[in-house]
């Protein structure tokens, strides 16, 4: 048992989500002979606490993305559990795993394409109802309404269609529909990067008034740091298909441990004094590699300035560094996190 397993094992009273050893491997072709396969999530494990928000963030191509159509079945299991309400539902298929589907909901990046362009929107919101059978006929009517209403649309809303709504409209139609079956874990795939600033901020308050007054979870994937600062509770930070640090996302935020988050921070650093400095000191170059068949060693050597031998011949694994902060990295004891300057 790891560190890190050993620490997840106290109070799990208040557990929603439990995904353990989670791997997602697919197919790509044949090297020498033999089949290859595409790493995209390599032995994630974490915890989602209910009514919390927890984070995960990387660069495109880490796995954050595939790690949450994991969880939510949309993607196939190679390995690993994902257990919810005590059950694993990486194993069920057919009427189980429809009958836990109205406890997991996503809300996608692009709100039009995730919209269906020729359906009214009040239909589209419907159809999680109709598909699960969900009360009567006159009951799910009147519930498009109260959901309208909740994410702060208009009742004429449910006549129109997609295109006669503003991008922000439109993920609040599709916030609705998430809400519609009253799950209790909503992933939030980029659900805000495709829009300005202000709309962001308008989406990023009512999810946070939603899960106050419903007592939601959220899994919200995010390349943006300030919004999963200002959302989150707690984060993981993923690199090509390992989360390489995860900590509460105050404590991330002020001490991170790991070369590949001091990275994403100096990317991320607002105007000012130290902005060069910590660019030149901490951000990385280059692309990651590939994550077809990935050598043995940390995924993130090729890149690490900070990188010795042992880094090359064995995968770290995740270890406690402070309470609740878990760092996957062989020189986390020797390397000081350094200070960012959040002015």
Sequence with gaps: MTAFEAAQIHDASDVLLDVNDLVVHFPAGRRSGKPSFVHAVDGV????????????????????????????????????????????????????????????????????????????????????LDLLGIGSRSDRDERVRKLLAEVGLPPQAADLFPHQFSGGQRQRLCIARALAPEPDLIVCDEAVSALDVAIQAQILNLLKRLQRERNLTYIFISHDLAVIQQFCDEVAVMYLGKIVEQAPAAEIFRAPHHPYTWSLLAAAAPPGSMRDELKRRYLVKGDPPSPVDPLPGCRFVERCPSAVEVCRQRLPTLDVVAPCHYVGCHRSAELAPPTFDSR
Excluded: C, W, Y
């Design 45 to 128: 494990s974490f915890r989602v606490r209910r009514g919390t928000t927890f984070g995960i963030v990387g660069e495109s191509g880490s796995g954050k993305s595939t790690t949450a159509q994991a969880v939510m079945r949309l993607v196939p299991v190679t390995s690993g559990q994902v257990v919810f309400g005590n059950r694993n539902i990486a194993e069920l298929s057919g009427e189980p795993l429809r009958a836990v589907r109205r406890h997991l909901q996503i809300v996608f990046q692009d709100p039009f394409s995730a919209l269906n362009p020729r359906r009214r929107a009040g239909d589209q919101i419907r159809e999680p």
